[in-house]
Nanobody, 124 residues
Framework: QVNVVESGGGLVQAGGSLRLSCAAS????????MGWFRQAPGKEREFVAA????????RYADSVKGRFTISRDTANNTADLQMNNLKPEDTAVYYC?????????????????WGRGTQVTVSS
């Protein structure tokens, strides 16, 4: 079993920045990709960003490309999401997940291990 915990959410004004952190513990493998997803009220959960186990490959949703950056410390099983130039439409609960492969890291249902989420609210 893998435990996933997100942190760093909060309230920020439009144009501001936040840095989310994700820590995975338990039966982890360095080959596991890590991903960030988000869910706004009344909407389906959507892909945000993902990074391969070795950190050599990243993927971003078009809506965040150029504004968000995902990174990881493979040795410590952590992944951060630096969010810059935040917009009100970025408001959502952000979830971190792990346990999938690089090939499938953009697919929500491929991740077996999920955190409980952290709220990000961007005011106008």
């Amino acid at each position: 079993q893998v435990n996933v915990v997100e942190s760093g959410g909060g309230l920020v004004q439009a144009g501001g920045s936040l840095r989310l952190s994700c820590a995975a513990s338990g039966h982890t493998y360095r080959t596991y990709a890590m991903g960030w997803f988000r869910q706004a009220p009344g909407k389906e959960r959507e892909f945000v960003a993902a990074i391969s186990g070795g950190g050599g490959s990243t993927r971003y949703a078009d809506s965040v490309k150029g504004r968000f950056t995902i990174s990881r410390d493979t040795a410590n099983n952590t992944a951060d999401l630096q969010m810059n130039n935040l917009k009100p439409e970025d408001t959502a609960v952000y979830y971190c997940a792990t346990g999938t492969t690089a090939q499938a890291m953009g697919v929500m249902k491929s991740y077996p291990f999920w955190g409980r989420g952290t709220q990000v609210t961007v005011s106008s």
